[in-house]
């Protein structure tokens, strides 16, 4: 790892669906540049495409701006993500897991994004803290070779 590329990414964007696509190429850059691996930034990308269209369609009531924040952190073979928000508390580790048996005219609209980011990543924590979510994302690294 180089002193060059500190282990540690801080990204923030508006509630506006168009931030989502930036972001990605960032968080590939960072994975690749400590090691992590692109499973892991593909995990990430799709993580947060499914976290932040789900909290700026559904989560801010006022139509204002919002800021989301992001910090991606190597640590050693994993990355941590924490994204925090504003938005109206919604704890997704509370969600239920959709009904995948059931026929797609029978399913309920909603919770496959949540449903893909528990399979995605290895671990989620959820805190709603001074008024804002804080969802904390764990995925270890697997190494290729």
Same mark, same amino acid.
């Given at each position: 790892?180089?002193?060059?590329h500190?282990?540690?990414?801080?990204?923030?964007?508006?509630?506006?669906?168009a931030e989502i696509?930036?972001?990605?190429?960032i968080?590939?850059k960072?994975?690749?540049?400590h090691?992590?691996?692109e499973?892991?930034?593909?995990a990430i990308?799709l993580?947060? %495409?499914?976290?932040l269209t789900n909290?700026?369609?559904?989560?801010?009531e006022?139509?204002?701006?919002?800021?989301?924040d992001?910090?991606?952190?190597?640590q050693?073979?994993?990355a941590v993500?924490t994204?925090?928000? %504003?938005?109206?508390a919604?704890?997704?580790?509370?969600?239920g897991?959709?009904d995948?048996?059931a026929?797609?005219?029978?399913?309920?609209?909603g919770?496959?994004?949540?449903?893909i980011v528990?399979?995605?990543m290895d671990d989620?924590?959820?805190a709603?803290?001074?008024g804002?979510n804080q969802l904390?994302?764990?995925?270890?690294?697997v190494?290729?070779?």
């Amino acid at each position: 790892m180089s002193r060059l590329h500190p282990p540690k990414l801080s990204l923030a964007i508006v509630n506006d669906l168009a931030e989502i696509g930036r972001i990605a190429p960032i968080i590939e850059k960072f994975c690749a540049e400590h090691g992590l691996g692109e499973e892991t930034a593909h995990a990430i990308n799709l993580s947060l %495409d499914e976290l932040l269209t789900n909290t700026i369609s559904y989560g801010f009531e006022d139509g204002g701006r919002h800021v989301i924040d992001i910090v991606v952190e190597a640590q050693g073979d994993r990355a941590v993500v924490t994204v925090k928000d %504003d938005a109206a508390a919604f704890d997704p580790t509370e969600a239920g897991d959709p009904d995948l048996d059931a026929d797609l005219d029978e399913r309920p609209i909603g919770g496959l994004g949540i449903h893909i980011v528990r399979a995605m990543m290895d671990d989620i924590v959820y805190a709603r803290v001074g008024g804002h979510n804080q969802l904390t994302l764990t995925k270890i690294s697997v190494q290729e070779g």
